[in-house]
Every structure is written in C-alpha cells, then in structure tokens.
C-alpha cells in the first residue's frame, strides 16, 4: 500500500498570519489558493498545509498519486483499495468514498489515540 505525499494540515484562524508564522520558520509556499482559504508550504521534507475554515482541528494528510511536491506520481494504490484493505483489517472509518467511484475522493479515519487521518486523493484512478 502506498500512501502518497505526507503534510500536517492546520486548520487554521488567520491565514495571513499562520503564513507569516510559518514564513518566519523557513517555510516557504508552494502551492495554494488564498482566496480559497488554503496554501501548502515547505521547509526541506516537511510538508504543512494551512487551512482557514475549512476543518476543524490538525489532520495527518497523505495524497495518494502525489509526491511531496505536489506532483503526478505513476504506479500509486488507488485510494479505494487503500480504503478497502482498511476496511479489511477491521478498521472504522470516518468517512468513505464511494468504492466504485472514479476519480479524486477522500476518506478519514482515527487512530487509536483520537488523532484523524485524512486519505485525500486529487487523480483519477491509475
């Protein structure tokens, strides 16, 4: 199972003020869409997206399909079979995708310590 690209998502109260935090942190932008409420920035591996209004509380985020520059990786687990084998270990999720979809789709599930891990998917199906 490969679950893609690796960022912390922040929900976030400002994000012109959580930018310029994380800024001042070395982090640097790279991607996003302030009118929408969110951008992704980096600092070496370390992935943070900043989220205003969009979640309440920090996500673990992985991308199926994505590197940790945002990129169109080839071979990735279509997040469908990822939430299947889950499912399979006996793990409750969430939230589901539709399992015959097609196409971006994304689930969550909670770890054993309350902590939401959001499997967000942006490719169709490899």
């Keep these: 199972m490969t679950l893609g690209a ?10 012109s003020k959580s930018r310029a935090f994380y800024t001042a942190l070395g ?21 943070i997206g900043l989220f205003q209004g ?7 985020t992985f991308n199926p ?4 520059n ?10 469908r079979e990822i939430q299947a084998m889950l499912k399979n270990q006996g793990i409750a999720l969430e939230t589901e995708t539709d399992p015959d979809g097609d196409g971006p789709a994304n689930f969550m ?5 309350g902590n939401a891990v959001f499997l967000d998917q942006h490719l169709p199906k490899p």
Excluded: H
């Excluded at 945002?70 to 997040?79: K, L, R, S, Y």
């Design 109 to 113: 599930v909670i770890d054993p310590d």
């Design 54 to 60: 969009m979640f309440e509380g920090n996500l673990l």
């Design 6 to 15: 690796f960022s912390v998502s922040l929900s976030v109260k400002d994000l």
């Design 27 to 47: 982090f640097e932008e790279f991607t996003g869409d302030v009118d929408a409420g969110w951008i992704m920035m980096r600092n070496g591996d370390a992935v």
């Design 70 to 79: 945002a990129q169109a990786v080839e071979g990735f687990t279509d997040i």
């Design 65 to 68: 399909g994505w590197d940790q």
